[in-house]
């Protein structure tokens, strides 16, 4: 009878900086990148729906798209830290203008269209947060 040794199952060892820098970064990315798609290819299915003109639709999707090639040269270059705060910035910003967006309500949206500007700016705010806890992360290293 043999026995055999397994190895225990312990805390996994955390991630280095520049590994949680590039993981935000990519999130990041997947994130925009079916947003993009989706809002400029279903602009004139979206827009009824939401109450957002297809236009705007299109519009930011042309522009989520053009963010997710720059953060994915940003992944290539190795996510420097000061790169990665100016992303979490940007995104913070969208946040605000998100819930301005709301708040003021200048595309009179439907309900739809508020739930859906507010949740992605909860998955924008907590992209960004994660984007600020992985440059200070680097920077402490």
């Known amino acids: 009878m043999s026995t055999t040794a397994t190895p225990s199952a312990g805390p996994l060892p955390a991630a280095s900086g520049s590994t949680r820098l590039m993981r935000w970064v990519l999130a990041d990315a ?17 827009d009824g729906p939401l109450g957002v003109p297809a236009g705007v639709l299109a519009g930011a999707g042309a522009f989520f798209l053009a963010y997710t090639a720059a953060l994915l040269l940003l992944a290539r270059a190795g996510a420097p830290a000061t790169a990665v705060a100016v992303v979490a910035a940007g995104n913070l910003g969208w946040v605000v203008l998100s819930a301005v967006v709301i708040a003021a309500d200048p595309l009179t949206m439907t309900t739809a269209g508020h739930v859906v500007t507010a949740l992605q700016g909860v998955v924008v705010a907590l992209l960004a947060i994660l984007q600020i806890a992985a440059v200070r992360d680097a920077r402490r290293r």
Request: charged share 0%.
């Open 30 to 46: 997947a994130v925009s990148g079916p947003a993009g798609l989706a809002f400029l290819a279903g602009a004139s299915v979206l």
